[in-house]
C-alpha cells in the first residue's frame, strides 16, 4: 500500500478519537477508544460544555446551529474519502485478478486511485447527516468482461451516488488499455467522466476475477 494511503489511515484514526461525527462504519472504532479512555485514565476531562450564558463569544465562535459547523462536516468526508479509497484498492485488486493486478497495481495507485479520492469528496461533501447515515458500498465486482469495480450508494433508497468502473480498450493499432471511469447521480449516470487509462500491452488481457 502506498504511503499516502497510510497517512490516510492515520489522519482517519486521529480523527476519530477527537469524537467527530463519522457514518455508521466508524462507531464501533470510535466506541471502543472511547471506552479504553474512560476506563483507563482518572484525570478530569480537557473538553467542558459551554452555553450562551457563560460564554460571551459563543455566538461569535460557533454558527447558530451546531448542524452547520463545517468542521464536523469536513472531518467527516476526509474520513469516509480514505475509506472509500482502501475499499476501491481492495475491490480494484480482487477484479484484476493476480495476473492483471501484478502488472498495473502500482500505475492504479500512483495515478487513478487519487483522482477518484476528488470525486469521492465532491459527491459527498453535500451530504445531510441523515443521507450519511445511509451510505453503503457495493462488495462485488463484476468478473468476465463486466465494468463495475464498486457502487457507493443509499442503502435506504438503494439509489447509487457513484459507479467506479474499468473498461477494456482497444484503439487500432494500439494494443489493449484499461480506462477507469466514473458515473454520478448528478447527471443521472448520462455521463463517462474519465479517470485514465493504463497500457496493458498488445496481446489480449485475461478476464477480470480470473
Known sequence: MMPWMKRGLLISSALLTLGLFVPEYARDVQAQDL????GDSSEKPLIYKVNEQSYDLYRSVLPISTEQYIHRDVS????????VLNHAY?????????????????PFEEEILPRLKDIVTE??????????????LSNQPASGLGEKIFHLYNGDSGEDLLRFHVRRDQPPKQ???????????LDDYEKHHDLGSIYWGKDMPPRWMA
Open 123 to 136: 459527491t459527498t461533501s453535500n451530504l445531510s447527516s441523515e443521507e450519511w447515515k445511509q451510505i453503503k
Open 76 to 83: 467527516s468526508v476526509e474520513i469516509y474519502s480514505n475509506y
Open 175 to 185: 494494443g489493449y488499455w484499461f480506462n477507469f471511469h466514473y458515473h454520478t447521480h
Open 35 to 38: 471506552s479504553k479512555l474512560q
Open 90 to 106: 481492495e475491490q480494484s485488486m480482487m477484479k484484476f485478478g493476480s495476473t492483471i493486478a501484478s502488472k498495473i497495481s502500482s
